[in-house]
């Protein structure tokens, strides 16, 4: 009886400690995703605001609104960072409790519900990280062309007989932007049309297969076919020659 007992007390014990640790992961895996959800809302108002303020003179505003999101940024990074590390430990914890041998009966359930919150460890771990290499990507990105930006308006400033020569250089930028994205809407293109004719090319073979196989079995239309595999290769001629023009003409026209 009293080895029952005593088997009965640590077995409760031992099922407060895996609960209390489950109510620990719970926890935190509740904060970590509030805060995740603040990360990503600041990575995106930073870039909006980024966006917004493009076009206005004044630099002593989104210097401070930026600096204000960057201090925002490395602070919630690092709360989310030590909220990471403590749900780690508690996944740990719960790993080790798993394998302890007293609780080898319910060790299919536990490694269950452990396999639950690692899963959960990871898609924070991951949403953390992707989001924070975006947030300094843009930062990046915009602090250098932000840098360009007051390197040309310092300039415009400091050279007012340059000023047609300045707008005339923000006009060119701005044209080969447009080009480089025209150019990849082109490629875009191009490439959607060259699967969709590898797509009909294949479905073409088959059906020339086919019409093979009844040439070979019927004489009397294998001249028909000739004459019309002659005018499929006529029209593919002029197909290509169609779009090799196209194509050197949206080329010209986006780098002149």
């Not at 030590?82 to 490694?111: I, W």
């Amino acid at each position: 009886m009293t080895l029952n007992n005593n088997a009965e007390k640590m077995a409760a014990g031992s099922s407060n400690y895996w609960e209390d640790l489950r109510k620990q992961a719970r926890q935190l895996e509740n904060e970590l995703d509030l805060k995740l959800v603040s990360f990503s809302k600041l990575c995106t108002s930073y870039s909006s605001s980024r966006e917004g303020r493009r076009g206005e003179s004044s630099d002593t505003t989104p210097l401070l609104n930026n600096s204000t999101q960057d201090r925002m940024f490395e602070t919630m990074a690092v709360e989310i960072e030590q909220l990471l590390a403590k749900l780690t430990g508690v996944n740990d914890k719960m790993s080790e409790y798993s394998n302890t041998p007293g609780v080898t009966s319910l060790n299919a359930a536990l490694m269950h519900t452990l396999q639950r919150h690692r899963d959960i460890l990871q898609d924070y771990t991951h949403e953390f990280h992707k989001t924070k290499a975006n947030f300094l990507a843009i930062r990046e990105r915009e602090d250098l062309l932000g840098s360009v930006r007051k390197d040309i308006e310092s300039y415009k400033s400091g050279s007012g007989v340059n000023n047609r020569r300045t707008e005339l250089f923000l006009k060119e930028h701005e044209h080969l932007r447009n080009s480089d994205r025209l150019v990849d809407d082109t490629i875009s293109i191009a490439m959607a049309t060259k699967e969709n004719m590898t797509s009909q090319r294949g479905m073409l073979k088959s059906i020339q297969s086919r019409v093979n196989t009844l040439a070979n079995r019927f004489p009397a239309i294998n001249s028909l076919i000739q004459r019309i595999n002659l005018r499929k290769r006529r029209d593919s001629l002029i197909l290509g020659g169609v779009i090799g023009i196209c194509t050197i003409l949206l080329l010209l026209y986006a780098f002149h």
